[in-house]
């Protein structure tokens, strides 16, 4: 047989296959879309809760810088009461401490804050500030 052209061949499911392959197609769209509908809830439902976590750690953090200020004018009391010897060494010891384990759980919030801005940044497919900062300059040129 030698034919010389081409051809086309169009098979429509609803005619040669009967309904049994529309109805498997339009089940295989439904349930695309229902993950995809998922999907979608899940990822919005992120956002929420990683933006929740963001305002509560920022508010953490600005109360405990807050109280750092005040723990610092303590602390700088308490050593001018050590050298006029009012203060025994483990008190002074022990506010010392505190000062510092304020000055370290204020680093973690922070350090929690600028991973949860990075995580919200990521879902929301944005670039961290500092890159958006670097992308304007780029812009306004």
Same mark, same amino acid.
């Given at each position: 047989i030698h034919t010389?052209?081409?051809?086309i061949g169009i098979s429509f499911p609803f005619i040669?296959?009967?309904?049994?392959?529309?109805?498997a197609a339009e089940a295989d769209r439904?349930?695309?879309?229902?993950?995809y509908?998922? =999907?979608? !809830?899940?990822? &919005?439902?992120?956002v929420h809760q990683t933006a929740a976590d963001l305002t509560l750690v920022t508010l953490q953090l600005q109360q405990l810088q807050t109280n750092s200020s005040q723990s610092r004018d303590a602390l700088h009391r308490a050593h001018a009461a050590y050298l =006029?010897? !009012?203060?025994? &060494?483990?008190?002074y010891y022990d506010l010392s401490i505190n000062f510092i384990n304020r000055q370290l759980q204020s680093l973690d919030l922070k350090m929690q804050e600028r991973q949860l801005q990075l995580a919200l940044s990521t879902q929301l497919g944005l670039p961290p500030a500092d890159l958006q900062h670097l992308a304007g300059k780029e812009t306004s040129k």
């Open positions: 010389v052209g081409f051809s040669t296959g009967g309904p049994t392959y529309v109805h439904n349930a695309v879309w229902q993950a509908r998922q =999907r979608l !809830d899940e990822a &919005v439902s992120g =006029r010897g !009012d203060l025994t &060494v483990t008190d």
